[in-house]
């Protein structure tokens, strides 16, 4: 261990305690040293008269049997359960010092004895006193307190940060998570109602985010079957992420680290004490983040909107999918206002439609509500009946209107991956606002900070409280899991370094400063490419009035010319999952005949993904990152700040080997500023 780690890990007392303690072998029990240890300093009038009087008292009350029952006696009836500062007293060095003469620490930890640690030994606290007293010191480990971290929503990025936490927290950081969503089953498992309404949503993790997982948490992700489709990712169902991280939390490797709460916790109930005692509270509470809301007031920050309708599809004992998975991603990436996200292993998923402001007023049911995640709409049934768990009014009102151009479009999307009406679950608007933060950490106000045991907390937020993207392109599942991995890495980070001492903002700087880079990759290379071409309500209205000047003709073959190029480029890729797909242009021929003029022409102006502009090196939390995966990112990285300084100045720049750089938090800026 290094001498900056033995540092960290001691605490110092005046070797006067020691002499107060006594001689090791004297004949007396722990309890009995205690007693008289705590009335040798009742008599300095340690922390005041007042002070010195209740230490008495505590220490004549013969109903405090044993040493934790005397820290528990003094954190209660002097401390009151809670320290007014960061700064240690002399008091609170003497009862850390009997507890560990005691050797508490090293004990069985019982309930009470593990909550007197905790207060005593809290990592916010500064172990010395300051300054110094005069005189010898001997110095001793320090057996750090538990931190809590309070986070609020139990969807997939509440619980991979969970995980990650509790994971490199090492048994030194207890989680609470709460969910209104959950119940607690028979059997006192946390689990979803039978009848919850689920997320039906098919996401893409990218495979440099789940390499950060541990292997054990990758494993129960994927259940050992990654389902390949893009490039370098694996394609997984929402509510499959959900269930297997909730399991996963549930685990006897997170007894006592991890704790579920089946119930929801609004702002005020927080600072009523709902939710206990906390060092940190993370807001996972996505995109309507109440958390983000009250405590990042006047820090939000709107970049742009879309909308999108989204058909839910279940194709039921078929299962699979109509076309390949290489013809999905062709037809999709081919054109902007239609996306597929499915999965070929049970034949689920999401088809979505780009819309215009005209089109998205028109998304409701038959009865005028607007159709959402909370209230989705149906189609009818063939028969014409409505689907179990639907009623009348619920009825998606433009299916009602077969001939209008707004149902064509609809129509044609099912039509273009080969899907019929029959299996459609239910139908949602979508309303995509890109979004940030300008701080991912906040100060905790003083008014919500009444239940903690100390000055204050910090508050944090990850996922899409933190920022939403335009789901096009993706990546916000992914974002928010590298967020959780990211937090879990500094919050040890700053444990195993003393940072916490104070509970200040730096303690998490390079948390806030990973959430800033990675608002700057998702939105600037992402999200606003999409915007800026087809993605914005009044650009996307303004190519489909143009696309009417369109002949069908050179649309047709505009968008095959297209998807063809799209295929000869991916197929060429190390990273491509498929064999060679034959007779590419012919499918692609056949399913775009089966298309409204219309249709073929609003696709063709839509333009095919920008992915050149979306292309670029990726913000991790390096921390994570293993060996190889570090220096094989790394010499990415700089192999194309090599070739955009060339192509700026017509120069090379001298070759770095990435080793040289620094091993923390590497952004793409940080390069950049070199320059």
């Known amino acids: 261990m290094s001498a900056m780690n033995v540092q960290e890990d001691t605490i110092l007392f005046p070797k006067a305690y020691e002499d107060a303690w006594g001689e090791e072998n004297a004949n007396r029990t722990e309890i009995e040293r205690a007693r008289i240890f705590l009335l040798r300093m009742a008599v300095m009038t340690i922390d005041g008269p007042a002070c010195s009087s209740e230490l008495r008292a505590i220490v004549r009350d013969q109903s405090n049997r044993n040493v934790p029952a005397l820290a528990w006696a003094i954190q209660m009836r002097i401390y009151g359960n809670r320290h007014a500062e960061f700064t240690p007293t002399p008091l609170l060095q003497a009862v850390r010092f009997l507890l560990i003469k005691a050797r508490v620490p090293e004990s069985g930890f019982t309930n009470r004895s593990r909550a007197v640690l905790d207060f005593f030994f809290d990592p916010t606290l500064h172990r010395n006193l300051e300054p110094l007293p005069p005189g010898e010191m001997v110095r001793y480990h320090y057996p750090s307190g538990r931190l809590r971290v309070c986070i609020i929503g139990g969807g997939p990025t509440g619980l991979a940060s969970a995980i990650s936490i509790a994971e490199k927290g090492q048994g030194k950081v207890e989680v609470h998570v709460w969910e209104r969503r959950w119940i607690v089953t028979e059997t006192g498992t946390i689990d979803y109602p039978p009848d919850a309404r689920r997320r039906d949503q098919v996401v893409t993790l990218q495979d440099s985010v789940t390499s950060l997982l541990s292997p054990r948490s990758f494993e129960a992700l994927f259940e050992g079957y990654p389902e390949r489709v893009w490039p370098g990712s694996a394609n997984i169902q929402i509510r499959k992420v959900e269930d297997r991280l909730l399991s996963r939390c549930q685990t006897d490797e997170f007894h006592g680290l991890i704790h579920l709460h089946a119930e929801g916790v609004t702002r005020r109930e927080l600072a009523a004490g709902s939710c206990g005692d906390f060092h940190v509270l993370l807001g996972t509470d996505g995109a309507a983040s109440w958390v983000r809301k009250n405590y990042f007031r006047g820090y939000e920050n709107e970049r742009g909107r879309s909308y999108a309708l989204g058909l839910a599809f279940d194709r039921g004992e078929k299962a699979g999918l109509p076309w390949s998975q290489p013809l999905n991603i062709f037809l999709t990436l081919g054109q902007t206002r239609y996306l597929l996200n499915a999965s070929d292993y049970d034949g689920k998923g999401y088809l979505n439609m780009q819309l215009t402001e005209e089109e998205w007023n028109k998304m409701v049911s038959v009865d005028g509500q607007p159709i959402h995640f909370g209230r989705p709409g149906c189609f009818r049934l063939p028969d014409g009946n409505i689907p179990e768990g639907f009623d009348e009014s619920r009825v998606f009102a433009p299916s009602e209107d077969r001939g209008s151009p707004l149902w064509k479009s609809i129509e044609d999307g099912l039509k273009l991956f080969g899907f019929k009406e029959s299996e459609v679950t239910n139908v949602v608007r ?138 000869e480029r991916l197929e060429q890729r190390d990273d491509w999952t498929f064999a060679h797909e034959s007779n590419i242009e012919a499918q692609i021929r056949i399913i775009l005949r089966q298309l409204n003029s219309l249709t073929l022409r609003e696709m063709a102006v839509s333009f095919p993904w920008p992915t050149r502009e979306m292309a670029g090196a990726e913000v991790l939390p390096i921390r994570s990152m293993r060996p190889e995966e570090k220096r094989k990112w790394l010499q990415q990285l700089w192999g194309m700040l090599t070739a955009e300084k060339t192509k700026r100045h017509g120069v090379g720049i001298p070759v770095l080997d990435p080793r040289q750089l620094d091993p923390h938090y590497l952004y793409i800026t940080r390069f950049s500023a070199a320059e």
């Open 430 to 567: 979508i309303p995509i606002v890109v979004q940030a933060v300008r701080e991912g950490v906040q100060m905790l106000p003083l008014e919500d900070s009444r239940s903690v045991r100390r000055p204050h907390a910090l508050v944090a937020v990850a996922g899409d409280a933190a920022m939403t993207v335009h789901f096009w392109p993706g990546r916000g599942l992914n974002s928010g899991i590298k967020a959780g991995i990211a937090l879990g890495d500094e919050i040890c980070h700053a444990l195993r370094g003393g940072r916490f001492a104070g509970l200040q903002l730096g303690a998490l700087e390079e948390y806030n400063d990973f959430i800033i880079k990675l608002q700057g990759r998702e939105h600037d290379k992402r999200s606003i490419p999409i915007l800026n071409q087809s993605g914005s309500p009044e650009m996307l209205g303004w190519l489909l009035r143009k696309a009417q000047s369109v002949p069908e003709e050179v649309a047709t073959e505009w968008l095959v010319g297209a998807m063809n190029q799209i295929a």
